[in-house]
């Protein structure tokens, strides 16, 4: 529901098994694999753990790949989702970007965050097309307030690369530590309870596999940047709709496969020190007095089958969504809940994940949250009429529980097409309190961008 991604040639997205050289980013080694061990030219056979080894871009020696030397802990990966025991294997220098410990605080904290080129330029073509001066001039602002950038296809995880190899050249010229900020989104069967946003791999048609890929990709980006920090919201909507969704046919289809490609992507983005936040819904979904013991025993149990990998910080909530993080008073939607914002969500689920093993470190989205009492059901999600951008990103939470205050989705980007032809729509997008004319999910929403400045609480 909250992201668009287009369908792209599955031709693309199938490793060459069958060659006998493997092809770049394909697996090249590991416990049980029976494939080619060699890779194709320009490409490196690079050690991954004892289960992974993958072809990564260069000729040159693994070391320049791993430029730390720590070694990851092989515990990381011993009661993951194989089930051969770890061997005395050791862990050499060639383990891509291999980062050793987390920092025991807060990953925000000294770092300057990156601002999305991508995003910049979509400000600055709606900065162009808005008259009033006052508007545009405050509009102009936004490109200058962080946000995530979503890899929601595999075709664009080559651009991780470039914000990477750019936020180096920043750090290198400035002196600041520098944090890239990432969606990892792009589960098979994906938005499995709703229509707006589902993406590219279908568990059918070899998603999970598929989805390996993508997130090999994105770890074989980070490892090539070690200096850059990287933190990751992963999977938004994917283990909430696991809490509450069951019944719905395409969710329960999707529940094994969802697990195992989650477990993948926190084990192979800890290898490479990816700091991750697990999407949790927000107050209105998994807060509920029903849901919110499920919900912490769900993430706790993922979290320790993986082997609790260490870089997992804790949970993010009201990702694209509209609450507030302190809500002056209820508002009538929530009624009955009293977890009806999203600190009291959070204050509720913190120690029952600590009490079940999980970090309880949470990080909000507040980038549309400006404006409360606007939506008729507390369940609507899409391009809430009347919004404005919220509280901008900002360590200074008023909580020793919430590392950040962040914009996880752009706001201006789509949630959802109005066009009720459209094999995409939801009928979210189409309610009364849903902003009208609507194009499809992800693309630009001009007045929808335009409505998020003039209401932005606090203004721009
Ligand atoms: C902005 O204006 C240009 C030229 O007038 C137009 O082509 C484009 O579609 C407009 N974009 C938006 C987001 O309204
Ligand atoms: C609505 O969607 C249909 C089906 O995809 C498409 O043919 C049509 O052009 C769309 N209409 C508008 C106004 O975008």
Redesign the pocket.
């Known amino acids: 529901m909250l992201k668009f991604a287009a369908l792209l040639s599955l031709t693309f997205l199938i490793p060459a098994f069958v060659d006998a050289q493997a092809s770049l980013y394909a697996q090249c080694g590991g416990t049980g694999f029976s494939g080619p061990t060699t890779c194709v030219s320009g490409a490196t056979c690079v050690f991954s753990n004892p289960y992974y080894s993958q072809c990564l871009p260069g000729t040159a020696s693994a070391s320049t790949v791993a430029p730390t030397t720590t070694a990851k802990p092989t515990t990381t990966v011993s009661t993951g989702p194989t089930t051969t025991p770890v061997g005395t294997t050791t862990v050499t220098s060639s383990a891509p970007g291999s980062t050793g410990t987390p920092v025991a605080g807060n990953p925000f904290t000294g770092f300057t965050i990156y601002t999305s080129p991508y995003y910049a330029a979509e400000i600055q ?2 900065v ?2 808005i008259t009033d001066a006052t508007t545009a001039a405050k509009a102009a602002k936004v490109a200058n307030i962080p946000t995530f950038t979503w890899f929601d296809q595999i075709s664009k995880t080559p651009l991780l690369g470039t914000y990477l190899a750019d936020a180096a050249a920043k750090q290198a010229a400035s002196g600041q530590k520098y944090l890239v900020q990432i969606v990892v989104y792009d589960l098979p069967d994906r938005d499995c309870a709703a229509a707006a946003s589902n993406g590219e791999f279908t568990i059918a048609n070899n998603g999970l596999a598929n989805y390996k890929t993508y997130i090999d990709q994105l770890v074989a980006q980070v490892a090539l940047y070690p200096t850059v920090r990287v933190v990751a919201v992963i999977e938004p909507d994917s283990l909430a709709n696991l809490v509450t969704n069951l019944n719905v046919a395409k969710c329960a289809n999707a529940q094994t496969t969802y697990l195992a490609a989650v477990t993948y992507a926190i084990q192979q983005l800890n290898t490479v020190g990816v700091y991750m936040y697990l999407d949790a819904g927000h107050a209105g979904w998994l807060g509920w007095p029903a849901n919110i013991q499920p919900a912490a025993q769900l993430f706790s149990s993922l979290f320790k089958s993986a082997g609790s990998p260490s870089f997992v910080r804790g949970l993010a909530t009201n990702v694209a969504n509209y609450n507030a993080l302190v809500a002056a008073t209820p508002d009538p939607i929530t009624q009955g809940n009293p977890n009806y914002d999203e600190q009291l969500y959070i204050n509720a689920l913190a120690p029952l994940l600590t009490s079940s093993g999980f970090p309880a470190h949470f990080i909000v989205d507040q980038g549309r949250s400006g404006v409360q009492n606007i939506r008729q059901q507390w369940g609507d999600w899409c391009n809430v009429l009347g919004s404005g951008f919220g509280t901008q990103p900002t360590t200074n939470t008023g909580s020793s529980l919430i590392d950040s205050i962040v914009w996880v989705k752009p706001g201006g980007e789509c949630d959802g097409t109005t066009n009720t032809s459209s094999p995409r729509y939801d009928y979210h997008c189409g309610l009364a309190d849903a902003t009208p004319n609507a194009p499809e999910a992800g693309t ?1 929403f ?1 007045n929808f ?1 335009v409505t998020l400045v003039t209401k932005a609480n606090p203004a721009l």
Do not use: L, M, S, V
Request: glycine share 14%; proline share 0%; no cysteine.
């Open positions: 073509a709606a162009g097309n630009w001009q961008f």
